[in-house]
């Protein structure tokens, strides 16, 4: 499957919290996702990009990997290597993170490539399986 | 507190205030003398007119307002225990703002958002609901903008700004209306999943103690039940833009405090 990509990079500040969200739903709005689906997008790219913000340097900024595919969308955020945060802490918020973002997309992992570590996000619409049955 | 300038912009006719106020209250309450309450909430007007003051920067006309701290004001007066030892003013102040508060509540709009926004994220939010109701599921966004006569583009921008409404701070009074004695806590025990992200069981406690009951709900049946927003909106009977917004409020509310307590 091809996917376009588009890549955003951000400031790592919390401010930007919106411009995630709305390039996110303003790519899957044309996907057939119901208003459920895209307010889970918002959620999940809200979430990965202040989890990303938590582990960049400060005054750092954040790159988000939006691939538009077929009916889904993925999401890769880049996390910095360093972390200006106690690990006890990162634990924490790491474990947060994880809980929602399981509960809202239908992939959500940590993974890494040549260029570090990123949160993977996989969010589908369902929508066309659920008509076919209908 | 801004209150204290108040009282002592007032204090030279307060003497005679309190004697006046007493009396009208036993005229009002034992005579059943309708002038008396009347003459009351005139004279109280200004008291009224101060705390509307105080939230006339957020976008509503100001005479609005003082019409919203009447109504405080009147049910005030008409509540007021003369027995109680207390100034009238003291019992009064709570009871406007909280009129005030609720207003922007029920109406929504804690911060000034373009009318036209205003009023198209009011009609996706109806259109939400008429489309999930006809189509039986939540609708697309190409759904909702069609309905409308409007852009994609559109409905995303007053899916934002929702955003802005409902902003209801933390220091205001949870769990007012007190009919709904659902907690969340009660539920911690049975299923542990969320409590393995906080190894400190009075952190997550701490932050649940900051949700009101319906946000609670919302985020236990979000979470914990795994149910849609479609479906929570049904059960709770609410819109599905209110069931989004509480949620988001709820995450940001826990996301805080875990950051904090940590």
């Known amino acids: 499957m091809t996917a376009d990509t588009v890549t955003l990079t951000v400031p790592s500040r919390g401010e930007f919290a919106k411009t995630v969200r709305m390039t996110a739903s303003a790519l899957v709005s044309r996907m057939g996702m119901t208003f459920d689906e895209v307010d889970d997008v918002r959620i999940a790219a809200e979430e990965a990009f202040v989890y990303a913000c938590d582990h960049a340097p400060e005054s750092g900024e954040v790159r988000l990997d939006f691939a538009v595919g077929d009916g889904e969308l993925e999401i890769r955020v880049r996390l910095s290597a360093g972390s200006r945060i106690t690990d006890e802490d990162a634990e924490r918020r790491a474990a947060y993170a994880t809980f929602l973002l399981q509960s809202v997309c239908d992939t959500f992992e940590m993974s890494s490539d040549e260029t570090g570590p990123y949160l993977r996000v996989v969010k589908r619409a369902v929508l066309e399986s659920e008509d076919a049955e209908v | 507190m801004p209150r204290s300038r108040d009282a002592g912009k007032q ?178 025990g049975k299923d542990d999943q969320l409590m393995a992200i906080v190894d400190d069981r009075a952190t997550l406690a701490g932050a649940l103690k900051q949700l009101s009951p319906q946000e609670q709900r919302v985020l236990y049946l979000r979470f914990f039940e795994g149910l849609t927003q479609t479906e929570i909106a049904r059960q709770l009977d609410i819109s599905q833009m209110q069931v989004s917004r509480l949620l988001r409020r709820t995450l940001k509310v826990l996301r805080e405090s875990i950051v904090r307590e940590a």
Do not use: C
């Not at chain 2, 009347?38 to 006339?56: G, P």
């Not at chain 2, 559109?154 to 409902?166: G, H, K, P, R, W």
């Open chain 2, 11 to 188: 204090s030279r006719k307060l003497s005679w205030d309190k004697k006046h106020t007493r009396e009208l209250f036993r005229r009002y309450r034992v005579e059943g003398d309708d002038a008396a309450r009347d003459e009351l909430i005139t004279m109280y007007l200004n008291l009224v007119k101060y705390l509307a003051s105080r939230f006339r920067n957020r976008g509503e006309p100001i005479d609005d307002l003082i019409q919203v701290g009447t109504i405080g004001l009147i049910k005030a007066i008409d509540r007021f225990d003369i027995e109680r030892q207390v100034e009238f003013t003291t019992y009064a102040t709570p009871t406007i703002v909280g009129e005030l508060k609720r207003y922007f509540r029920d109406k929504g709009w804690a911060i000034k958002v373009p009318r036209r926004l205003q009023e198209l994220s009011f009609r996706v939010n109806q259109a939400i609901d008429q489309l999930t109701q006809r189509l039986q599921r939540s609708p697309t966004i190409p759904e909702i903008a069609e309905y409308l006569e409007v852009t994609p583009e559109d409905v995303l921008e007053a899916l934002e700004t929702s955003e802005a409404y409902n902003f209801v701070s933390l220091e205001s009074d949870r769990g007012g209306d007190g009919s709904d004695s659902f907690s969340i806590l009660e539920y911690i």
